[in-house]
Antibody, heavy 122, light 108 residues
Framework: QLQLQESGPGLVKPSETLSLICAVS??????????WGWVRRPPGKGLEWIGI???????YYNPSLKSRVTMSVDTSRNQFSLKLSSVTAADTSVYYC??????????????WGRGTLVTVSS | ENVLTQSPGALSLSPGERVTLSCRAS???????LAWYQQKPGQAPRLLIS???NRATGIPDRFSGSGSGTDFTLTISRLEPEDFAVYFC?????????FGQGTRLEIK
């Protein structure tokens, strides 16, 4: 059974870069046609799709966040990561890592991590 | 972007009852790429339905999805105690892939 586990600082200062890692167990990040991604939920609000990455390096990002988002895959450690730069309080959210399956970016999320809360505050 | 609106926002029902949840899109969902998920407190969301009507592996047949275009529904034919949770829909047909705000199903 595939499992995803998010990790990273729970508190980030405004203007700094949020960095999260998702460790994958029970499967390989190098599998295809798998996409690895991130979704977030701000407090009291709905879910927001951040983006996805294939182990080959192909990425698709939400246009609203594209200028600040970088995703990467580390096949040697079987994990993938999210970096979100220039954060503000509006980036405070529960961040979920996800696995999706599909031959294009229109891929179905079939596994989620439990999520990790990241608060942006000085 | 394709905005998904779920209704109702919350519902109180008893085990054994039948429930239908709605997810309406502001634009037609490409190829009916509409998924439903269940989330319980402290747990990861679980995929229930993909492609509007295809049950995911291991999902009981009391869960069914239907609809096309802009109107989709999730039906639970007979509620079990473990079904009380939050349900949300997602369209994965066109970027950005958007979510409904969720329906909270509570025990009466």
């Amino acid at each position: 059974q595939l499992q995803l586990q998010e990790s990273g600082p729970g508190l980030v200062k405004p203007s700094e870069t949020l960095s999260l890692i998702c460790a994958v167990s029970g499967g390989s990040v190098s599998g295809s046609p798998y996409w690895w991604g991130w979704v977030r939920r701000p407090p009291g609000k709905g879910l927001e799709w951040i983006g996805i990455i294939h182990y080959t390096g192909d990425t698709y990002y939400n246009p609203s966040l594209k200028s600040r988002v970088t995703m990467s895959v580390d096949t040697s450690r079987n994990q993938f990561s999210l970096k979100l730069s220039s954060v503000t309080a509006a980036d405070t959210s529960v961040y979920y890592c996800t696995k999706a399956v599909g031959v294009t970016a229109s891929s179905l999320i079939d596994y989620w991590g439990r999520g990790t809360l990241v608060t942006v505050s000085s | 972007e394709n905005v998904l609106t779920q209704s109702p926002g919350a519902l109180s029902l008893s085990p054994g009852e039948r429930v239908t949840l709605s997810c309406r899109a502001s634009q037609s969902v490409w190829s009916n790429y509409l998924a439903w998920y269940q989330q319980k407190p402290g747990q990861a969301p679980r995929l229930l339905i993909s492609g509007a009507s295809n049950r995911a592996t291991g999902i009981p047949d009391r869960f069914s999805g239907s609809g096309s275009g802009t109107d989709f529904t999730l039906t639970i034919s007979r509620l079990e105690p473990e079904d009380f949770a939050v349900y949300f829909c997602q369209q994965y047909g066109s970027s950005p892939y958007t979510f409904g705000q969720g329906t909270r199903l509570e025990i009466k």
